[in-house]
């Protein structure tokens, strides 16, 4: 099981979500300044960034995988 998940994970590169996680979280930090934190919004934040970016690096791989096969660099 817990390979599975490895492989998963190294699938997605779940590290480029945690480089990218600054970003959504600066950006956070701009809309607060307008509206009031909410431990919600932050909730979301990290959710939709593991969620989201992970099913579209996922969905990626899954469509672009006849391309990457013909590809010796990604074969």
């Given at each position: 099981?817990?390979?599975?998940?490895?492989?998963?994970?190294?699938?997605?590169?779940?590290?480029?979500?945690?480089?990218?996680?600054?970003?959504?979280l600066?950006?956070?930090?701009?809309?607060?300044?307008?509206?009031?934190?909410?431990?919600l919004?932050?909730?979301?934040?990290?959710?939709?960034?593991?969620?989201?970016?992970?099913?579209?690096?996922?969905?990626?791989?899954?469509?672009?995988?006849?391309?990457?096969?013909?590809?010796?660099?990604?074969?």
């Amino acid at each position: 099981m817990l390979k599975r998940v490895r492989a998963l994970l190294e699938m997605i590169r779940f590290s480029h979500t945690l480089f990218a996680l600054p970003f959504a979280l600066l950006s956070a930090l701009l809309a607060w300044q307008e509206t009031p934190f909410r431990w919600l919004d932050l909730a979301g934040i990290f959710l939709c960034m593991v969620f989201a970016r992970s099913a579209a690096m996922a969905f990626n791989r899954l469509a672009d995988r006849h391309y990457d096969a013909l590809n010796p660099r990604t074969a």
